[in-house]
């Protein structure tokens, strides 16, 4: 999830495009750059006298900013973005825009090329030479191999081959010396926008970019292509027909655009997990092929494995606890799952034979780095799971997978959790096809429920207004016991982490049969139970506390599955989530317990962004 913002027109664009970048930095910020067509200053570069300045730099804005202070880059057509890397370390060398081999084609991108190492070794076959880690950069090269061998087509149909040519998402746009009027851009499946004004065209990938320029926009669709120029945007589809598209008058201010028309980044993100869940998906499961070899474990080492040992804090430590029921469920191999700040001082076993998974969504939480070196040091594999390329963790483990749920602005965790339960899974089902303990039939099955999820989450959010009356009716209680069991008994725990933090209700997530041992005790009439009950082996289990509670006078808020019909006479309110297989329950689970604790917080007028006393990254003990 990086930003995009191009511009066409008669103005330096410098300012422009850094302007519009600082806008956008809530969708990346790691490292930035900027390509702006130039007077050659030797006058004979490209066909017109003219060349492609880029400025990169890693960091935020600012710091390209420093680095463009005093250089004079005078151009009226250029392309910006700012990163949130997805292959490769956040450096300057790996910084959007990238060049082909003449250095005449430059290409901003945001989204994911999944068959980028297939494209690059052909490439490379023809005399290319690559010098970043990107998927991006294979990108210039192609559009420079499609002129190579057609260019009377122009940019325009080598834009259209490449769209064809290449697996996975993106919003591309690229300048090119040779064809200075005009800035070329196509799109599969990552957002992108075109403005429209009188004094100059623009391109984006959100409207906060150029909302100070213009509030005319068009969107374009995916596969298609667009010829921008200073006055006329040609758009043309999948199969390089014309089409006719009016722009449309966006009344959005430009803090309602930076939060794409939520209230809050949290609402936001909530409301992006079906991208972040496809997105951490994409390459990994696609069109009912999984392949996710990037475990990196070889046959051997699998076969050896007595255990495994998941680290991690927080609202990690919920995805980690699922990953233990799936790991031992499928792949029959011990899991122990521990929190960071406990691990790092008692004394663990774990020596070569084991591996250990530490999931951190910033990447840099000082007590599962900790926890880290100790397994580290023991000659333990350390496998990490983090949302931010070039965190330390990803530095300080031996490999990494990269959950894609984009950058998180909310203080609290929604969107990454959800990928890193997709991880889990991915996890699970790799180690026991490994291990031949899934036949090809489950596995399949499995694997294209999950290519599905994202609908079933979509389904859940399309009804948020009826989590939101029950939030309604919630929000003066002042005890809350979130109850679930077994699948269900992480998401009772990530729920009632949820409420505390964003609503500083005091709420208690527990597995259901813990209730007679203890808490049973704090039930009564302010006390609400949300019960996690969907249709699995246990639901007659839970079912009875549920009765349990009520027997005691608390009010009921259940989740239940679509179809039954049981649960509502002794829930006061219930919410119905899709069906799906027992063990995948615990995504859609989350959903509306993440929206129940936003809509009671923001009754209470709670800033749910950043929520009192708590940070984005723990870096302190
Ligand atoms: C809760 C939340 C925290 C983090 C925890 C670990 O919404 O965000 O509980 O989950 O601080 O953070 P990471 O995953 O960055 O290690």
Same mark, same amino acid.
């Given at each position: 999830?990086?930003g995009?913002?191009?511009?066409i027109?008669?103005?330096n664009?410098?300012?422009?495009?850094?302007?519009?970048?600082?806008?956008?930095e809530?969708?990346?910020?790691d490292?930035?750059?900027i390509?702006i067509? &130039?007077?050659?200053?030797?006058g004979?570069?490209g066909?017109q006298g003219?060349?492609?300045?880029?400025?990169?730099?890693?960091?935020?804005?600012n710091?390209?900013?420093k680095?463009?202070?005093?250089?004079?880059?005078?151009?009226?057509?250029?392309i910006?973005h700012?990163?949130?890397? =997805?292959h490769?370390?956040p450096?300057?060398?790996?910084?959007?825009?990238?060049?082909d081999?003449?250095?005449?084609?430059?290409?901003?991108?945001?989204g994911?090329?999944?068959?980028?190492t297939e494209?690059?070794e052909?490439?490379?076959?023809?005399?290319?030479t690559?010098?970043?880690?990107?998927? @991006?950069?294979v990108?210039p090269?192609l559009?420079?191999e499609?002129?190579?061998s057609d260019?009377?087509?122009?940019?325009?149909? *080598?834009?259209q081959?490449?769209?064809?040519?290449?697996k996975g998402s993106g919003?591309?746009?690229?300048?090119?010396?040779?064809?200075?009027?005009?800035?070329?851009?196509?799109?599969?499946?990552?957002?992108?926008?075109?403005?429209?004004?009188?004094? *100059?065209?623009?391109?984006?990938?959100?409207?906060p *970019?150029?909302?100070?320029?213009?509030?005319?926009?068009?969107?374009i669709n995916?596969?298609?292509?667009?010829?921008?120029t200073r006055?006329?945007?040609?758009?043309?589809?999948?199969?390089g027909?014309l089409?006719?598209r009016?722009?449309?008058?966006?009344?959005?201010t430009l803090?309602?655009?930076?939060?794409?028309?939520?209230?809050?980044?949290?609402?936001?993100?909530?409301?992006?997990q079906?991208?972040?869940?496809?997105?951490?998906m994409?390459?990994r499961?696609?069109?009912?092929?999984?392949?996710?070899?990037e475990?990196?474990?070889?046959?051997?080492?699998?076969?050896?494995?007595?255990?495994?040992?998941?680290?991690?804090?927080?609202?990690?430590?919920?995805?980690?606890?699922?990953?233990?029921?799936?790991?031992?469920?499928?792949?029959k191999?011990? &899991?122990?799952?521990?929190?960071g700040?406990e691990?790092?001082y008692?004394?663990p076993?774990i020596?070569?034979?084991?591996?250990?998974?530490?999931?951190?969504?910033s990447?840099?939480?000082i007590?599962t780095?900790?926890?880290?070196k100790? *397994?580290r040091? %023991?000659?333990?594999?350390?496998i990490a799971?983090?949302?931010?390329?070039?965190s330390?963790i990803?530095r300080?483990?031996?490999? &990494?997978?990269?959950?894609?749920?984009?950058?998180?602005?909310?203080?609290?965790a929604?969107?990454?959790f @959800?990928?890193?339960?997709i991880?889990?899974?991915?996890?699970?089902?790799?180690?026991? %096809?490994?291990?031949?303990?899934?036949?090809e039939? =489950?596995?399949?099955k499995?694997i294209?429920?999950?290519?599905?999820?994202?609908?079933?989450v979509?389904?859940?959010?399309?009804?948020?207004?009826?989590?939101?009356?029950i939030a309604?009716?919630?929000?003066?209680?002042?005890?809350f016991?979130?109850?679930?069991?077994?699948?269900?008994f992480?998401?009772?725990?990530?729920?009632?982490?949820?409420?505390k933090?964003?609503?500083?209700?005091?709420?208690?997530?527990?597995?259901?049969?813990e209730?007679?041992?203890?808490?049973?005790?704090?039930?009564?009439t302010?006390t609400i139970?949300?019960?996690?009950?969907?249709?699995?082996?246990?639901?007659?289990k839970?079912?009875?506390?549920?009765?349990?509670?009520?027997?005691?006078?608390?009010?009921?808020f259940?989740? @239940?599955?679509e179809?039954?019909?049981?649960?509502? %006479?002794y829930a006061?309110?219930?919410?119905e989530?899709p069906?799906?297989f027992e063990?995948?329950y615990?995504?859609l689970?989350?959903v509306?317990?993440?929206?129940?604790s936003?809509y009671i917080?923001k009754?209470?007028?709670?800033?749910v962004?950043q929520p009192r006393?708590?940070?984005?990254?723990? =870096?302190?003990?």
């Amino acid at each position: 999830m990086c930003g995009i913002v191009a511009y066409i027109g008669n103005k330096n664009c410098k300012d422009i495009l850094i302007n519009g970048l600082k806008r956008l930095e809530y969708r990346g910020y790691d490292s930035a750059g900027i390509g702006i067509l &130039v007077k050659s200053p030797d006058g004979n570069s490209g066909s017109q006298g003219l060349e492609i300045k880029t400025v990169k730099q890693s960091g935020k804005i600012n710091d390209l900013e420093k680095l463009l202070k005093g250089q004079k880059i005078e151009g009226t057509v250029g392309i910006g973005h700012t990163r949130w890397a =997805t292959h490769g370390e956040p450096n300057q060398v790996n910084a959007h825009p990238h060049f082909d081999c003449s250095k005449r084609i430059a290409v901003v991108h945001n989204g994911i090329i999944e068959n980028y190492t297939e494209i690059k070794e052909e490439l490379k076959k023809k005399g290319h030479t690559f010098i970043s880690d990107t998927d @991006t950069e294979v990108l210039p090269h192609l559009l420079e191999e499609f002129l190579k061998s057609d260019a009377d087509g122009g940019m325009l149909i *080598a834009m259209q081959r490449l769209l064809k040519r290449i697996k996975g998402s993106g919003a591309i746009v690229a300048l090119s010396s040779d064809y200075p009027d005009e800035l070329i851009a196509g799109r599969i499946a990552s957002p992108l926008i075109a403005g429209i004004s009188k004094e *100059a065209n623009f391109f984006a990938s959100d409207m906060p *970019a150029i909302l100070e320029h213009t509030h005319n926009f068009v969107v374009i669709n995916d596969y298609e292509t667009v010829r921008l120029t200073r006055d006329k945007i040609e758009i043309y589809d999948a199969s390089g027909i014309l089409l006719q598209r009016e722009p449309f008058k966006a009344t959005w201010t430009l803090e309602s655009a930076e939060k794409a028309g939520y209230e809050d980044f949290m609402l936001k993100e909530i409301f992006e997990q079906p991208y972040g869940i496809r997105e951490t998906m994409r390459g990994r499961i696609t069109n009912g092929i999984f392949n996710f070899d990037e475990f990196g474990l070889d046959d051997d080492k699998i076969k050896n494995l007595k255990k495994i040992q998941i680290i991690a804090c927080g609202t990690s430590y919920h995805s980690a606890l699922t990953g233990k029921l799936v790991i031992e469920k499928w792949a029959k191999i011990p &899991v122990e799952v521990d929190i960071g700040s406990e691990y790092r001082y008692r004394s663990p076993l774990i020596d070569a034979n084991s591996l250990f998974i530490a999931i951190t969504q910033s990447g840099e939480t000082i007590d599962t780095l900790a926890a880290v070196k100790e *397994a580290r040091k %023991k000659g333990a594999k350390v496998i990490a799971i983090t949302n931010v390329v070039g965190s330390t963790i990803s530095r300080e483990s031996d490999s &990494v997978i990269y959950t894609h749920a984009g950058p998180e602005i909310g203080v609290c965790a929604t969107k990454t959790f @959800t990928a890193q339960i997709i991880v889990m899974y991915l996890i699970g089902l790799y180690l026991a %096809k490994r291990k031949k303990l899934l036949s090809e039939e =489950t596995l399949k099955k499995f694997i294209n429920e999950l290519e599905i999820m994202p609908n079933k989450v979509q389904q859940i959010l399309n009804n948020a207004d009826k989590i939101k009356k029950i939030a309604d009716y919630s929000y003066r209680h002042t005890c809350f016991l979130f109850l679930g069991r077994i699948y269900g008994f992480p998401m009772a725990l990530e729920g009632a982490l949820k409420l505390k933090e964003i609503s500083y209700i005091h709420a208690e997530g527990y597995a259901a049969g813990e209730m007679k041992h203890g808490p049973i005790a704090l039930t009564d009439t302010k006390t609400i139970v949300v019960g996690v009950i969907p249709k699995d082996f246990v639901y007659d289990k839970m079912l009875s506390n549920l009765q349990e509670v009520k027997a005691r006078n608390a009010k009921i808020f259940a989740l @239940t599955t679509e179809g039954d019909s049981n649960t509502s %006479k002794y829930a006061d309110y219930t919410f119905e989530i899709p069906g799906t297989f027992e063990e995948l329950y615990g995504i859609l689970e989350i959903v509306p317990l993440q929206l129940y604790s936003y809509y009671i917080a923001k009754n209470l007028g709670r800033n749910v962004d950043q929520p009192r006393n708590l940070a984005k990254s723990v =870096t302190v003990e």
